[in-house]
């Protein structure tokens, strides 16, 4: 049962990052990049690495105000609204996309090394993992740094 949770979990990942990646308006772009912190959050939790998924839910707050304040502030107001085709084409997308995840299955042990699950896998072997959270979030720190430092040269 967890199994197809972390199914439908996987696929709710892939479609919320592919929203966050081409939707137009930025808050729209912001709200499905929540879907897609909330959705990792959840996977780490039901394969059991609960410190994990506290660690990106909190990342992922604190990621996501930045990114509505800045998008509000910074960013242009469209004229343009999306419409519900490209809305549903991106949608459409993202689950073709998801399909590798629903006939390979992303949760449970693995064969390199089946006696390790994976909360002990994140926890033992954090330093990458830990590496390129921090790398993620230096590159919106620097990503709005430079456009606040544009904005202030004209």
Do not use: C, H
Request: proline share 1%; hydrophobic share 60%.
């Amino acid at each position: 049962m967890i199994e197809l949770i972390v199914d439908v979990l996987a696929v709710g990942l892939i479609v919320s990052a592919v929203l966050a990646l081409f939707l137009d308006e930025v808050v729209y772009s912001v709200a499905a990049l929540s879907g897609t912190f909330l959705f990792t959050a959840l996977i780490y939790y039901f394969n059991g690495a609960i410190y994990a998924a506290i660690f990106q839910f909190v990342v992922g707050i604190g990621t996501l105000a930045i990114l509505f304040l800045s998008g509000e502030m910074l960013g242009e107001k469209s004229l343009k609204k999306t419409s519900p085709a490209r809305t549903a084409g991106l949608f459409g997308a993202g689950v073709v996309l998801s399909l590798p995840a629903i006939f390979l299955s992303v949760s449970g042990q693995t064969d390199v090394a089946s006696n390790v699950n994976i909360g002990d896998a994140l926890w033992t072997l954090r330093g990458g993992d830990i590496l390129l959270q921090a790398l993620v979030i230096l590159t919106v720190a620097l990503g709005i740094g430079i456009v606040l430092f544009e904005r202030r040269k004209k």
